[in-house]
């Protein structure tokens, strides 16, 4: 095999399709990125760490010069890290028996490689069981609710988003236990798909990373075990997580009778400057609430406080004193992208119910009031 492109290409590519490659496994060969020469022209990248797979053949590595087809598998971190240190403008790759060789003007590195025979199949894509999104849409759904899945391993079912379709109605759902984020969007579905599985927490962040261009359309098929997404940037592939994902439904507060709208920009800046005297896991920002105003203030267990006063909220019901974790509103109010939010409160112990926009909801439990 041998070719030669532009670098920055070259970079970029392994750098995302790297993304995947876990950092140790027991099987040594998934540490390694495939690359496969087309006699037409062009590269493919390929890597897995058999839960999540990447395969990139767009953009810039559909122009890559091919002298020689091939397939070759390369250590992902040396060759990333060669690719991105490299000081021309172009780059070439070869093997040479069982040897590969990557050399730019003025260096080359050589090693040994596996037998790429020993990589995994990697799944392709079929639009039998495929639904359509625009990337935008889909982009913006993911960093909604992404941040407020599980990280527990004890939690397995709730370490990833449910993806529900019904009908062209989507829905993104991910919780923690203590929060949890709601996205409603559209989706092509000539089909009639209905399927409501658990995409891991890794494949969506990376999904969200592939899809570059809001117009695109994003092409998602789901089989039984497995979702295979179809970008311009590549075809990602990834297990489906067992188990049952919470009926959030049920979740969703219906007797919140206090309704507070403040803007968004105004409320982040507010939690924001609060939390900053505040530290550790039982760190909390009191919400301290009465008509269109709204107070915030913290303590630590040194003794400083703070007390700051967050601009534009209006609130005419009876006031209200109630605490959260300031991580969860920040996590959701960066992502959020409207000009305000409303959040209603049924008392001081009770979920309290945001939403921003008629599409996202979110959810988010209360801490222990402390002494002031």
Same mark, same amino acid.
């Given at each position: 095999?041998?070719?030669?492109?532009?670098? #920055?290409?070259?970079?970029?590519?392994l750098?995302?399709?790297?993304?995947?490659?876990p950092?140790?496994?027991?099987?040594?060969?998934?540490?390694? =990125?495939?690359?496969?020469?087309?006699?037409?022209? %062009?590269?493919?990248?390929?890597?897995?760490?058999?839960? *999540?797979? !990447?395969?990139?053949?767009?953009g810039?590595?559909?122009?890559?010069?091919?002298?020689?087809?091939?397939?070759?598998?390369?250590?992902?971190?040396?060759a990333?890290?060669i690719?991105?240190?490299?000081?021309?403008?172009?780059?070439? $790759?070869?093997?040479?028996?069982?040897?590969?060789? =990557?050399?730019?003007?003025?260096?080359?590195?050589?090693?040994?490689?596996?037998?790429?025979?020993? /990589?995994?199949?990697?799944?392709? /894509?079929?639009?039998?069981?495929a *639904? +359509? $999104?625009?990337? %935008?849409?889909?982009?913006?759904?993911?960093a909604?609710t992404?941040f407020?899945?599980? &990280?527990?391993?004890a939690?397995?079912?709730?370490?990833?988003i449910? /993806?529900?379709?019904?009908?062209e *109605?989507?829905?993104?759902?991910?919780t923690?236990g203590?929060? !949890?984020?709601? $996205?409603k969007?559209?989706a092509?579905?000539k089909?009639g798909?209905?399927?409501?599985?658990?995409?891991p927490?890794?494949?969506?962040?990376l999904?969200? #990373?592939?899809?570059?261009?809001?117009?695109?359309?994003?092409?998602?098929?789901?089989?039984?075990?497995?979702?295979? $997404? &179809?970008?311009?940037?590549?075809?990602?592939?990834?297990?489906l997580i067992?188990g049952q994902?919470?009926?959030?439904?049920?979740?969703?507060?219906?007797d919140?009778?206090?309704?507070?709208?403040?803007?968004?920009?105004k !409320?982040h800046?507010?939690?924001?400057?609060?939390? !900053?005297?505040t530290?550790?896991?039982s760190?909390?920002?009191?919400?301290? =609430? #009465?008509k269109?105003a709204?107070?915030?203030?913290?303590q630590?267990?040194?003794?400083?406080?703070?007390?700051?006063?967050?601009?534009?909220a209006?609130?005419?019901?009876?006031?209200l004193? =109630?605490?959260?974790?300031?991580?969860?509103?920040?996590?959701?109010?960066k992502?959020?992208?409207?000009?305000?939010?409303?959040?209603? /409160?049924?008392?001081s +112990?009770?979920?309290?119910?945001?939403?921003?926009?008629?599409?996202?909801?979110?959810?988010v439990?209360?801490v222990q009031?402390?002494?002031?």
């Amino acid at each position: 095999m041998k070719f030669r492109c532009e670098t #920055k290409v070259l970079a970029d590519s392994l750098a995302l399709v790297g993304s995947v490659v876990p950092a140790r496994s027991p099987k040594p060969v998934l540490e390694n =990125i495939k690359l496969v020469a087309s006699a037409s022209g %062009g590269l493919e990248l390929m890597a897995t760490d058999l839960e *999540v797979g !990447l395969r990139c053949a767009g953009g810039g590595l559909a122009e890559v010069e091919v002298e020689e087809p091939g397939e070759v598998l390369l250590p992902a971190a040396q060759a990333s890290n060669i690719a991105r240190e490299a000081t021309t403008k172009d780059i070439s $790759v070869a093997t040479e028996e069982s040897k590969c060789i =990557i050399s730019y003007t003025g260096a080359s590195y050589d090693f040994p490689c596996d037998n790429s025979a020993d /990589f995994p199949e990697m799944p392709g /894509f079929s639009d039998k069981k495929a *639904v +359509t $999104v625009a990337a %935008g849409e889909l982009k913006t759904m993911i960093a909604r609710t992404v941040f407020a899945a599980a &990280q527990e391993q004890a939690r397995y079912a709730l370490n990833g988003i449910l /993806f529900s379709l019904k009908g062209e *109605v989507l829905r993104l759902v991910a919780t923690d236990g203590r929060r !949890l984020a709601l $996205v409603k969007g559209k989706a092509i579905n000539k089909g009639g798909v209905a399927a409501e599985p658990i995409i891991p927490t890794k494949a969506m962040a990376l999904l969200e #990373k592939l899809m570059v261009n809001p117009e695109e359309k994003v092409k998602v098929e789901m089989g039984d075990n497995q979702v295979v $997404v &179809q970008t311009a940037a590549g075809t990602l592939s990834t297990r489906l997580i067992e188990g049952q994902f919470p009926n959030y439904e049920e979740v969703l507060p219906k007797d919140c009778d206090k309704t507070m709208t403040v803007p968004t920009a105004k !409320l982040h800046s507010a939690i924001r400057r609060t939390a !900053l005297i505040t530290a550790g896991e039982s760190r909390s920002v009191r919400f301290s =609430i #009465k008509k269109d105003a709204l107070l915030l203030s913290s303590q630590s267990l040194e003794g400083r406080h703070a007390a700051v006063e967050a601009e534009g909220a209006k609130y005419d019901a009876e006031p209200l004193d =109630i605490a959260f974790n300031p991580d969860f509103f920040t996590d959701m109010l960066k992502v959020v992208g409207d000009e305000e939010v409303t959040v209603s /409160f049924k008392d001081s +112990t009770s979920a309290a119910l945001v939403k921003a926009g008629k599409d996202y909801t979110y959810v988010v439990m209360p801490v222990q009031l402390q002494e002031t």
